[in-house]
């Protein structure tokens, strides 16, 4: 890290701020740079005064961040308040090491004011020194130090005395203890270095606290930076072209996804930035990567190590996936005998054994996980790690955690219990889904849906200003991870190609695939052109051809199945007047659908068909032309179409684009995993129509 921390503190913002909104804002700033900590890691904290909710008087309340939560983003929700004199009181109950974990229950007794933040096992590294204003952080640069052979004296020399060492211990009450007793060796220090794991500082206001941590984490990169050399013993294979990596990534993720979702699906990232390609290209990559990551930060979210391919300079795609079973399965193999070798007699069952974080010499790294967010988070763990290690070896040699250490973080009863008690998975969760014609009424409702079951959806179609406004609308919605788009168009092969192939590079691959992209038109027989047929032919069947090809491409390079649905017409099954072209094209796509459903089955790919009928409202189809030439063929108003359509239909209903959606997320769930070559009405009931 050779950019200097900026020091984000304003006086105007922070003026007026009560004590704990100050601890909102500095932790706020601190979250925002990764330099400082990364997502989701390190706590603050603020002993602040306040009257007692039932006696009136001035009490002592510990602000702490809760358990869970992002420093960059939290609320003062985020936090955990206790009596700071009724959590002091614990350590007469204190019984040793050996009874931690009974500690942990008791803090629930010290809750202020019946916050129902739970307070995190790091309170007592807060509680136990005597300061107002505590940051524990986990900047990469201070981390390089801790987790060094020399960290202990490194620590004295660069920072002069002012920053202790305190030797890797598990976070909990004895580890807060030490914290205190290194304080009251030396009550001038201005915090410690907490071996393997982390720094902390204190101080007494909220704004010196956090320019004292901007300070040691720019003390700690300065000297690192001082020793700037060849990086992990030099380059052992060179990096190939940005493009070449990122064509590699499209053709390799989807097989690895499969590979390591035998278990549970699970959703991609691919990282080729400078850091990751310094590490996995080079000659001490093997090495270091055996050791695995230290910071329990990391690791708990990354596994300890990273699967390594053996790939030279000329290595393939297939090349690659020729060595992946063999990879996997010493790397299950290995996890394995590291659980049994480690478990204890209360410890939960060994989670997934498959790899997070899979390194590619020469192309990048990948990282799966349950969803995107923790992929994201994953791949940027690991870069963290690969700074720690690089910056390590420069003034040391690096240290990983002993497997038991580790071991004991990772199945921690406490950690199973955090696991716990996150809400349950939504039913579309670990899948991802391609939409066309997502910019529409139907396409947008679709999308929405898919996304409210926490599924990642590309978004595509041709009109990209309103495919940019929809995505813009949904990230905001239900987070960027989640939504991507891509402007394409159905008509054209290499357009769509180029889509998938974002999609497999963005997310590892696709489960669903929606055709919703459509048009439609309104002409008497004679008066249908032959550009007019093969327009609608182009989009509504050779559109759907095209996408449903590349979907079924991707889906059997994963090999674990998939839903496709096509969004047909009622007119798919009963012909209208004066819209021959559009029925007939609608006909095609059904009797795709039923093609492709006999020959992927196999493969356990679904495919079936929603046929809606009249959804006026939201769809773009009936913005343009097609209104009034409908009204026209019917030969009413414009005005009364809607209430035509109504009274038509046997339920006498009309027919909105969130019920087409309905029927696409039920046929992409597995409660329709018995359903194929299947064609769903959602048409209000029309006799014309019903399947034969």
Not at 4 to 10: D, K
Not at 187 to 199: A, R, Y
Not at 314 to 341: C, G, H, N, P, W
Request: proline share 4%; aromatic share 8%.
């Amino acid at each position: 890290m050779s950019d200097v921390l900026r020091n984000r503190w304003n006086d105007a913002e922070a003026a007026g701020l009560t004590e704990p909104e100050l601890l909102r804002y500095r932790s706020n700033l601190l979250g925002a740079d990764l330099r400082i900590t990364n997502f989701g890691g390190g706590n603050t904290s603020a002993k602040v005064t306040e009257p007692d909710p039932l006696t009136g008087d001035d009490v002592t309340v510990l602000w702490v961040k809760g358990s869970g939560g992002d420093l960059g983003s939290m609320g003062l929700d985020g936090f955990a308040t206790l009596y700071q004199d009724r959590f002091l009181s614990l350590e007469r109950l204190y019984k040793g090491l050996e009874h931690e974990d009974a500690m942990v229950p008791l803090l629930k007794h010290c809750t202020f004011n019946l916050n129902p933040r739970a307070a995190s096992i790091d309170t007592p590294l807060h509680a136990f020194v005597p300061k107002i204003h505590i940051d524990h952080l986990h900047p990469d640069a201070v981390i390089a130090i801790a987790a060094s052979a020399d960290g202990e004296a490194l620590t004295k020399k660069v920072f002069e005395g002012q920053i202790a060492w305190v030797p890797w211990q598990r976070p909990g009450f004895d580890l807060g203890l030490q914290v205190r007793r290194a304080y009251e060796a030396n009550p001038d220090i201005q915090g410690v270095v907490l071996g393997s794991h982390g720094l902390m500082t204190w101080a007494d206001t909220s704004k010196s606290c956090y320019e004292i941590s901007l300070e040691m984490i720019q003390r700690a990169a300065e000297f690192l930076a001082r020793h700037e050399g060849v990086a992990f013993g030099g380059e052992r294979v060179p990096a190939r072209a940005a493009a070449d990596r990122r064509a590699f990534a499209t053709a390799f993720m989807p097989v690895l996804r499969g590979k390591v979702s035998r278990g549970e699906r699970k959703v991609g990232q691919f990282a080729d930035g400078d850091a990751v390609l310094e590490f996995v290209c080079s000659a001490d990559a093997k090495r270091l990567s055996e050791i695995g990551t230290s910071c329990p930060d990391h690791f708990l979210r990354t596994k300890i190590w990273p699967m390594l391919l053996d790939l030279d300079g000329q290595a393939t795609v297939e090349s690659a996936t020729a060595q992946l079973d063999e990879k996997i399965a010493a790397f299950e193999k290995r996890y394995r005998a590291y659980y049994q070798a480690c478990r204890l007699s209360d410890s939960p069952d060994m989670r997934d054994p498959s790899p997070v974080v899979t390194l590619l010499p020469g192309i990048g790294m990948v990282t799966f996980a349950k969803d995107k967010p923790m992929a994201r988070q994953s791949c940027e763990f690991f870069v963290n790690a690969f700074h720690v290690m690089k910056d390590a070896e420069r003034v040391s040699r690096y240290m990983g955690l002993p497997d038991q250490e580790a071991f004991n973080i990772e199945y921690w009863q406490l950690e199973e219990a955090k696991l716990r008690r996150m809400p349950p998975e939504k039913s579309l969760s670990r899948r991802v889904a391609l939409v066309t014609g997502a910019a529409g009424g139907i396409g947008r409702a679709i999308t929405e849906r898919l996304l409210s079951e926490r599924a990642c959806v590309v978004l595509t179609d041709i009109d990209a200003k309103a495919l940019e406004a929809v995505h813009g609308e949904l990230a905001e919605k239900h987070g960027r991870d989640f939504v991507r788009q891509v402007t394409m168009d159905v008509t054209d092969e290499a357009s769509v190609i180029a889509a998938f192939d974002d999609m497999r590079v963005e997310y590892g691959g696709v489960d669903i695939v929606v055709c919703c992209a459509g048009l439609a038109s309104s002409a008497d027989y004679e008066s249908t052109t032959l550009e007019l047929w093969n327009r609608n032919f182009d989009v509504l069947a050779r559109g759907y051809f095209l996408v449903s090809r590349e979907g079924v491409r991707v889906m059997k390079q994963q090999g674990g199945g998939g839903s496709m649905v096509f969004i047909g017409s009622k007119n798919a099954m009963a012909a209208s007047p004066k819209a021959a072209a559009y029925c007939s094209a609608k006909a095609a796509e059904v009797h795709l659908a039923r093609c492709l459903a006999l020959e992927v089955a196999g493969d356990g790919i679904r495919v079936n068909v929603v046929n809606p009928d009249a959804v006026l409202q939201g769809s773009k189809i009936w913005g343009g032309s097609w209104r009034s030439e409908r009204a026209k063929a019917y030969g009413i108003a414009e005005s009364e179409l809607e209430e035509h359509y109504r009274q038509r239909s046997l339920l006498k209903r009309s027919v909105f684009p969130e019920d087409i959606a309905e029927a696409v997320y039920w046929l992409s769930t597995d409660a329709a995993s018995k359903s194929t070559g299947n064609i769903l009405n959602v048409d209000a009931g029309s006799a014309v129509a019903f399947p034969r």
